[in-house]
């Protein structure tokens, strides 16, 4: 930080960043550079053979040359493990040595090319053992070469030309409306740049307008998030470490353990809708179809459904779109236990803003299930990434009526399915009594969520179960309209429940002010974050603040003189703490329903993420959930079969615990 200026651009590397690809290069060539010394002072005399001089200066001249880039790799190594993030003063020689190893490449491909040509020469007859060493060493220059042009294209900018002189200069020499201006052609450059990333990635997605739409809204999330900051990818993964260091500091420190305002809500009411929780999340499983039931069953899986992918059941049920769609129905049949002709509609037609969903008779708790499948493609993650708000036109009373763009979009979609093709009204046709349940599992929770939200008015008694909801999903009132009709369950530091716009700017800010207060190289950061992760420790030996009294010095962004983009960045201030405004775009968007969290115990313990863990279940308010989390656990902790896994654990273990309570009460009866 910031990202180095080489010839005349800016580069996705800092110059702290070459310490660990250096030291690893630096000890090939060390081995590499021993091993042809050894070798020409050993096999010197077989040298005296027909091409044999030529081999003889080829040797000599390799052994001067990696001596040479030995030293100037030592001298890169060296310089990038000096100075701090954000003061790079101490790495200014850095561009220098950078043109002088690169330089070294063309001796070294030269070299290289001569060495090809010599052994390819068909009058060259020496000791094999003296041939074979220099074809090693002749491919061993070209991997390293070739490594160092994919490293070139890895860290290459495209945005770097535009902001390269700025970069150096800093933007005192601007004002007010130049600053403004040229900040705006950076985030038009950049939105340009990763909307043409997006579709080279999402090539095969399809080209409807409603993909076109959600290439153009993905693209502004990314530009608008990441235009007005000049970190490079280490420095986001050195702050995180950072961050979880100073989150697990305050976990342990008493003084700074936050207590919470409880929900007020009876123990019953959370044990019967941990049970629905339980029996419904198998729905918001099978939603998922084939996929999740190989991978939570590998080894019996395929034997299960193999009979049912031969079937052909298409004449009694409508399937639209996707492949394999009797793998599919024969996963469901198995994942939620119910029969062939409890099933009213299956649907895996998937599109950006369309979502595979099913609808089934649930007779064990006399309801109409609706399940919604969560993220499992690429126009799903499209789905996920329009982030901006759209207004919402519902009939009923409430202010502010807004919520995420692409999952309102999906539950649109899924609605007009159920209402204007009629399968909500076949379902209710069949059986009239039933009530109305809507589940699904992180996108499928939200567009569940909104789903409920909008068939209300029409099914007064409807209920929703969202399993790992994403945060940024309803406006303020919508949200506690919600309350009464949808419940949440969240495990552990899931991250999708603390996921919005506004976290993540959070996330950022928060990055930034640590990575500014840090006083130690961002190598032993690394280092000690990857110790921390693996084997623990006491967060309490790790910097996350600068010693003594240097705060004071840090009024101001460190680079704010070098960098354009921290110096003009809205989100840089490393003493304010408190909620800035969101951009009309994407204003403050909070979870559905009431929120069951399931806790770890223990969660200050080092525990691997795939180890097992005790969980205990509470209610929680949404605040609980207005930071996102650091830890090894905050992606595991998304997955289905570890939340399904997690929930059978605490159901199970609370009523032991309420069978052990009432055979107490009952022996003290009789006593």
């Known amino acids: 930080m910031p990202g180095m200026v080489l010839f005349g651009r800016r580069w996705a590397i800092a110059s702290d960043d070459l310490v660990f690809p250096g030291a690893f290069e630096l000890f090939l060539r060390v081995v590499w550079w021993i091993g042809i010394l050894i070798l020409y002072l050993k096999q010197k005399e077989k040298l005296n053979c027909v091409g044999g001089a030529l081999l003889n200066s080829y040797l ?83 991997i390293i070469i070739a490594s160092t042009v994919v490293t070139v294209i890895i860290v290459f900018d495209p945005l770097g030309g535009k902001m390269s002189p700025y970069s150096t200069s800093g933007t005192d020499h601007l004002d007010t409306n130049d600053s403004s201006q040229l900040l705006n052609g950076l985030k038009t450059a950049a939105r340009s740049v990763w909307e043409t990333r997006i579709k080279l990635i999402c090539c095969c997605v399809g080209k409807d307008d409603h993909t076109r739409v959600a290439f153009s809204s ?72 084939w996929p999740l039931y190989i991978y939570t069953n590998p080894l019996t899986g395929c034997c299960k459904i193999g009979g049912d992918c031969c079937k052909n059941r298409t004449a009694e049920y409508e399937f639209i779109g996707g492949d394999h769609l009797n793998c599919h129905f024969g996963s469901i049949l198995h994942t939620t236990g119910l029969q062939y002709r409890d099933f009213i509609h299956i649907s895996f037609h998937d599109k950006v803003f369309e979502l595979p969903f099913l609808v089934a008779l649930d007779h064990r708790k ?71 349940v809507l589940v699904g599992h992180s996108l499928g929770a ?75 190289p961002k190598y032993k950061i690394l280092l000690r974050g990857c110790w921390y992760e693996l084997f623990g420790g006491d967060p309490d030996n790790f910097p996350t603040e600068l010693e003594g009294g240097n705060q004071v010095d840090l009024t101001q962004p460190l680079l704010g003189e070098q960098s354009l983009l921290i110096h003009g960045s809205p989100s840089y201030n490393i003493f304010d703490e408190s909620p800035r405004e969101s951009p009309t775009r994407y204003p403050h968007l909070y979870p559905p329903g009431r929120i069951i969290h399931l806790v770890e115990d223990d969660s200050s313990g080092r525990s691997c993420c795939c180890s097992t863990s005790r969980y205990s279940a509470k209610w929680a308010t949404e605040a609980e959930f207005s930071k996102i989390l650091i830890g090894p656990k905050m992606l595991t902790d998304h997955m289905p079969d570890i939340l399904i896994r997690a929930l059978d654990s605490v159901v199970s273990e609370r009523a032991t615990c309420i069978s052990c309570s009432t055979q107490e009460n009952f022996n003290t009866n009789i006593a």
Request: charged content about 20%.
């Open 60 to 142: 000599i001249v390799l052994i001067i040359l990696l001596a040479v880039i030995i030293c100037v790799i030592s001298a890169v190594v060296y310089v990038s493990m000096k100075g701090t993030i954000c003061n790079p003063g101490p790495r200014k020689s850095m561009p220098k040595l950078i043109y002088i190893r690169l330089a070294l490449f063309l001796p070294e491909m030269i070299w290289a090319s001569l060495g090809v040509a010599w052994i390819a020469d068909s009058g060259v007859h020496c000791d094999k053992t003296v041939v074979n060493a220099i074809i090693a060493t002749v491919i061993v220059s070209w």
């Open 218 to 289: 993905t693209a502004e999330l990314f530009s608008t998030y990441f235009s007005d900051t000049d970190l490079v990818p280490s420095d986001i993964a050195a702050g995180l470490t950072l961050l979880h260091q100073q989150q697990d500091k305050k976990i342990k420190d008493p003084e700074e353990v936050v207590s919470h305002s409880l929900v007020v809500s009876q123990e019953s009411d959370l044990d019967t809708e941990l049970e629905n929780c339980h029996h419904y999340v198998q729905f918001a499983a099978a939603a998922y179809g």
């Open 366 to 436: 006399e309801t109409i299930v609706v399940a919604v499948r969560g993220t499992m493609s690429l126009q799903d993650i499209l789905t996920d990434l329009s982030a901006e708000s759209e207004s919402l036109n519902l009939e009923c009373e409430v202010q502010d009526c807004f919520a995420h763009k692409g999952i309102s979009q999906a539950a649109k979609y899924v609605y007009q399915r159920l209402i204007n093709d009629g399968i909500l009204s076949q379902a209710f046709s069949i059986a009239p009594e039933y009530q109305l």
């Open 446 to 520: 939200g567009a569940a969520s909104l789903l409920a939200i909008m068939l209300k008015n029409s099914y007064p008694e409807v209920k929703c179960y969202a399993f790992s909801p994403p945060r940024g999903l309803l406006s303020k009132s919508l949200s506690e309209y919600s309350k009464s009709f949808v419940v949440s369950l969240v495990l552990g530091k899931d991250v999708i429940p603390r996921l919005s716009v506004t976290n993540l700017e959070d996330l950022k800010r928060r990055i930034l002010r640590v990575i500014a207060h840090c006083n130690k």
